[in-house]
């Protein structure tokens, strides 16, 4: 259960970090990167994150959602999470991994 909560709060602080930065929301809904490409970025950017990440099914559900929606359906994910403070020491990731992820 606690885990479950970690994951929930985590998903969530990444759809947050992202909305945000109201310039870069763009470039979030609108990246061609893959699941693979993000979680590499992730990993690079911040291992401890990214294993935390990736262990956790229910913020991996919520990247492949995001990932494979339409980006009308993006941005809808993206405001339903936006205003969480938890979230706002995430933004500075959030953005560096969609920035790089095309890399891998």
């Known amino acids: 259960m606690?885990?479950?909560a970690a994951g929930l709060a985590l998903s969530v602080s990444v759809g947050a970090g992202i909305a945000?930065?109201?310039p870069d929301v763009g470039a979030v809904v609108n990246t061609t990167c893959t699941y693979?490409?993000?979680i590499a970025a992730l990993n690079k950017q911040s291992p401890a994150?990214?294993?935390e990440f990736t262990s956790n099914p229910i913020a991996v559900s919520w990247l492949n959602q995001f990932l494979a929606s339409p980006v009308?359906?993006?941005r809808?994910?993206?405001e339903q999470v936006q205003g969480i403070p938890e979230a706002q020491p995430y933004t500075g990731l959030v953005l560096?991994?969609?920035n790089t992820c095309k890399n891998y």
């Open 2 to 4: 606690v885990v479950a």
């Open 20 to 22: 945000s930065a109201e």
């Open 36 to 38: 693979q490409q993000v």
């Open 49 to 51: 994150d990214g294993a």
């Open 72 to 74: 009308d359906q993006r």
């Open 76 to 78: 809808q994910m993206v």
């Open 96 to 98: 560096q991994v969609i």
